[in-house]
């Protein structure tokens, strides 16, 4: 993995995803999530309207490294559903990503072995309907300087092309600029020369 790069799914756009095995429906969806916090509070909407289904099982992995992850059966056998549904989004190389998958019982048990293909099929599934993209790891750098050299700030900002997070003319301004993590550095340091010129 490039070390400043992470591939996630396109944000506010939802993907779904349906395998359906012995009368058991798995209706999966897969959503953008920044926080732990943005994924519980999604699972906790689809308990709810999908209420009258058996399981809402799910799997996420968070942060630009991926570190923070939780895959939940909600009730299925240990590691049939969540382990899969988690497999789906590591095989894609994703991080920032949830999947939700509900599950209406047809009345037929699947055994292990099919409950983990089923998961994994509708996680699948909702993943190949799913735009990914590339993003950059961005860092934040935050500049306080006088008005006087307001325009060698711009020239600065202009070259770069940060994103500007926020900024306050007035006697003393302050830019608060969001750029790729690779150039950050460079940024601070051409930033910081203004001062001393």
């Known amino acids: 993995m490039d070390s400043d790069k992470y591939k996630t799914i396109k944000e506010k756009a939802i993907s779904e995803g349906y395998y359906s095995e012995k009368r058991s429906k798995f209706l999966a969806f897969a959503h953008h999530v920044d926080s732990v916090e943005d994924a519980l509070k999604i699972v906790k909407e689809y308990r709810k ?14 942060g630009y490294d991926g570190t923070e992850f939780r ?25 920032n990503t949830l999947i939700c998958v509900i599950r209406y019982y047809g009345g037929i048990n699947l055994g292990t072995g099919g409950l983990i293909v089923a998961y994994r099929e509708a996680a699948a ?42 900024q306050v003319f007035d006697n003393t301004c302050e830019v608060v600029l969001s750029i790729r993590k ?13 001062s001393f010129d």
């Open 49 to 62: 309207k999908y209420f009258d289904a058996r399981h809402c099982c799910y799997a996420y992995r968070i």
């Open 71 to 95: 895959a939940n059966d909600d009730g299925e056998p240990s590691s049939t559903a969540g382990k899969p549904i988690l497999g789906q989004i590591d095989s894609y190389g994703l991080t």
């Open 125 to 166: 599934d909702a993943l190949a309907n799913s735009e990914i993209e590339e993003k950059f790891i961005e860092e934040e750098v935050k500049y306080t300087f006088t008005y006087p050299m307001m325009n060698d700030v711009m020239r600065i900002i202009k070259e770069m092309n940060p994103r500007i997070v926020n």
């Open 182 to 194: 690779g150039q950050a550095e460079e940024l601070r340091t051409r930033l910081k020369k203004l």
